[in-house]
């Protein structure tokens, strides 16, 4: 098993390979910023750490996504038809309230599951 991305403060591991799978934790991006942007701040943030295990979007099989408002998943469906391109993982919406500081805060997170195919094959 292997971890990166490991945050000491907050007292975990952004990625977590294990075997073929690869755990993704707490991805966010643009914090602060409509939801739109918070969704793509999100997925670079996804996807930044999935190139830490030299995978892609293509790679993930599941991800749970957290709302502050459950009710933008239409706004979500809409960018990540145009991200992974009809190659969808399973998905499990949330809405949350999101332990944060400030007015408007965090919108949007990202949890996922990739899978790694074996380098033999």
């Known amino acids: 098993m292997k971890r990166y991305d490991i945050n000491e403060d907050w007292a975990l591991s952004g990625v977590i ?14 914090i602060g910023q409509p939801i739109e942007q ?4 999100a997925l670079n943030h996804l ?10 979007f ?3 099989v599941q991800m749970d996504v957290l709302f502050k408002d459950v009710f ?12 992974f391109h009809g190659k969808f993982p399973v998905r499990k919406s949330i809405q ?3 332990a944060h500081s ?3 805060g965090i919108l949007f997170q990202i949890d996922a599951i990739a899978f790694k ?3 033999g094959k």
């Open 17 to 30: 390979e294990a075997g073929n799978f690869v755990l993704v934790g707490y991805c966010v991006g643009n």
């Open 38 to 41: 918070q969704i793509v701040g």
């Open 47 to 56: 996807e930044e750490r999935l190139k830490l295990v030299d995978l892609t």
């Open 58 to 60: 293509a790679n993930v």
């Open 72 to 83: 933008d998943i239409p706004v979500m469906e809409k960018i990540l038809k145009e991200t």
């Open 96 to 98: 949350t309230a999101f």
């Open 102 to 104: 400030g007015e408007v």
């Open 117 to 119: 195919e074996d380098q």
